[in-house]
């Protein structure tokens, strides 16, 4: 089996890794199963070097579409036109896309419109939020899918609500987990102010453009966290969002902004705070697993375990709300999570052998 893997982002690459190199030792055992990596935007990419390989253990993709647009329409038609010229040039007998971006509709499109099986990595995630723009992407890529790959329980319900073939849904757990065990033996404490120590900061992210250029509900949660932590808080940020929390007027002598992190030290300063305060869902993933207390500013996340059974608490864009959770947090009454079903690090090896079982059900030719 020929299978493409699609990489529209960099946090793509952290549930590819696992899965790359469940392939590559498929392959060492006699298997007939190779990859193809391919990756829609540019090699250039701040963040996409030979670093972020490195640190995940995998090699870099294969190709790269070099699809770099600001417009959705501009990227979406770039990366069909791109990809089905991919396609062309090395065929495949399923092309493999991840999550819910842009890339992952265009690819399962142009998969599916030349008669190639599309697998859907992360299926089933709905929010019910039609503004949600991600939210058609799930939509489509779904409707278009042969074989659904989902990370919980809620994912199945979902697409049994809209008629999928049962038979082609798996249950395979949390990809992101696999990577999150595979590499935590090798985090690296990064560079920080002395008086940091570890157990004893708050670790902040923030990402959602909703958020970040709203001025005064951002002012107003940056001022929460100024006054509610009696800790430091550690904040990776990118530029854009570092000015924005800059220019909020919020007193941050407790914020020690830096720039983004590598997977390796980001996994270091995730795994060792006293708590997350993030806007990420993959963020929120990784703190349910590691057992550290997570508020996450959205109204959604993609997986509810984290609610439900980790170490997660949502509260939106709500001051009150986040500082409640901080109040929780530094009374030490956080509540204490348990590990989602199939977060065990086996979900690539999963997969793997399910891909197996389809390749020789397939009929001779």
Known sequence: MKITIIAGARPNFMKIAPLTNAIRIARKNNEAIDYRLVYTGSESETGIDKTLFEDLGMDAPDAYLNVESNDFFNRLAGIIVAFARELDEHP???????DDMTPTMACSIVAKKKGVKVAHLVAGIRSFDMDMPKELNRMITDGLSDYFFTAGVNSNRNLNQTGTEQANVYFIGNILIDTLRGNAHRFVRPELPARVEDGKYLLFTLNRRALVDNDAQLRALIARISEESNLPVIAPLHSYVADKVKA????????????????????YLESHAAGIVTDSGNVAEEATFLGIPCITLNDYVEHPETVTQGTNVIVGDNPDALSEALQTLRLGQWKTGTLPERWDGHTAERIIRILKDID?????L
């Open 92 to 98: 495949a007998d399923l092309v493999l896309v991840v």
């Open 248 to 267: 909020t007027g919020i007193n941050l002598s407790r914020f020690h902004i830096l720039p983004p992190q590598s997977y390796l030290h980001f996994g």
């Open 360 to 364: 020789d059900k397939q009929p001779a």
